[in-house]
């Protein structure tokens, strides 16, 4: 009697076939509902917080922004012209001073006396100059009676001519011990302000010591130098050429507080090929003294206005794949996308050339989270910051009465 083979079972297969669909289905499920519930946050759902401003349309001043360094017009190593001992300083550190103005002194008592030297030989060698002058009168007068002979005359005559130049000669050694005199007194060669002194009194300088005295910085006036990129070289130049002397505004490093108003002073002649810019000098008068030399200053080149032109504050242009764009906030409270031209900057808004119209909104703040089509609540951030500014205040106040009641 056989036994008969046993019979194969498909339920497994069935069984995790079931389960991959059920899972799969699951799995779209929750994907779905996670895209529905992102989409939600942009459109149709809880709308996004923005800041918006207008677009505008006024005459807009044109300006370049660079970052400058302060120099002074004229730098100065102030040494002595003389060797001797530092024996008075008139200045004090950091001191503005006039030019001539006297800085130092040193012991002049060995230059007078070769003053005096030179003096005493000047006079000796006038005095026989003038004894041989007078020797020729006499011998010219004999040789017109023919009491000498034509030959002592001219003797007299090259004598009387020795000695003048022998006077030259004493004259300029008194001129050179006179100025050698003078160089014990140090004086400012030029306006500005001194720096640290390098010599105390009492020590022996010389004409060739390195480090010098002290320094001396003009400050009044000084010059900022700063570089503008290749591309806008030619709106510097139509607008030197209409206004060689052009408004340049020097900002403190935060670009928060104007420092000092100057002018435009020159272009460099050559564009630097390493960095594709060039650059270009302008000049402060520096009343105020807030310019100080290799300080770090933000600068504004003005370079006139543009008439009638459509503007938006710079934050809202963005830039992707396809250019410049902006994102307008309609009536219903979405936004989309509005590809716009730009031109050049004016202070911190942009000015649009074409792609915008003067009256609509764009969003200015919150726009990292934003698409086109998203539902927007326009908020506005300048009121939240004073009313978080009052009540600090408020906080403040209260706080204070708080303690001064604690305190009675």
Do not use: C
């Amino acid at each position: 009697m056989s036994t008969p083979a046993p019979v194969k079972s498909n339920r497994l297969p069935l069984v995790l076939a079931l389960i991959a669909v059920l899972g799969g289905g699951w799995w779209w499920h929750q994907h779905q509902q996670s895209t529905q519930q992102e989409a939600a946050k942009g459109k149709g759902g809880m709308p996004l917080a923005v800041g918006v401003a207008t677009v505008k349309t006024m005459d807009a001043p044109l300006q370049l922004n660079a970052l400058g360094t302060v120099t002074s017009a004229n730098a100065v190593t102030v040494r002595s012209r003389v060797d001797g001992q530092l024996i008075k300083v008139h200045f004090t550190e950091g001191q503005q001073v006039k030019q001539g103005q006297l800085l130092a002194e040193l012991d002049a008592r060995s230059y007078l006396a070769t003053l005096t030297q030179a003096e005493g030989q000047l006079q000796r060698d006038q005095a026989l100059l003038e004894n041989a002058r007078i020797d020729l009168a006499r011998y010219k007068q004999l040789n017109e009676q023919n009491s000498i002979s034509k030959q002592q005359v001219d003797t007299q005559q090259a004598l009387v001519q020795q000695y003048e130049g022998t006077v030259k000669i004493d004259q300029g050694a008194v001129a050179a011990a006179r100025v050698n005199v003078d160089y014990t007194r140090i004086v400012a060669p030029i306006s500005g302000r001194v720096g640290l002194r390098q010599v105390d009194p009492g020590n022996i300088v010389h004409a060739a010591d390195a480090n010098g005295l002290v320094t001396l910085t003009q400050t009044q006036p000084i010059s900022v130098l700063f570089s503008v990129p290749e591309a806008s070289l030619s709106a510097v130049l139509q607008a030197a050429s209409d206004n060689p002397a052009l408004h340049v505004e020097a900002w403190d490093r935060d670009n928060h507080r104007k420092l000092a108003d100057g002018k435009l002073l020159a272009l460099d002649n050559q564009l630097n090929t390493s960095t594709g810019t060039i650059n270009i000098k302008a000049s402060f008068a520096n009343e105020k003294l807030q310019l100080f030399p290799n300080q770090f200053v933000n600068v504004n080149l003005q370079l006139g206005e543009r008439q009638n032109a459509v503007v938006v504050p710079t934050v809202a242009v963005q830039l992707g794949k396809m250019g410049n764009y902006v994102y307008t906030v309609g009536d219903d409270a979405t936004v989309s996308i509005a590809k716009v031209k730009t031109g050049p900057a004016s202070g911190d808004d942009t000015i649009i050339e074409d792609g915008l119209k003067s009256g609509q909104r764009v969003v200015v703040d919150g726009v990292d989270k934003l698409r086109d089509g998203a539902q927007v609540k326009v908020i506005d951030r300048a009121a939240q910051a004073k009313e978080a500014a009052s009540a600090g205040k408020g906080n403040k106040k209260r706080g204070g009465k708080h303690h001064a009641s604690a305190a009675n």
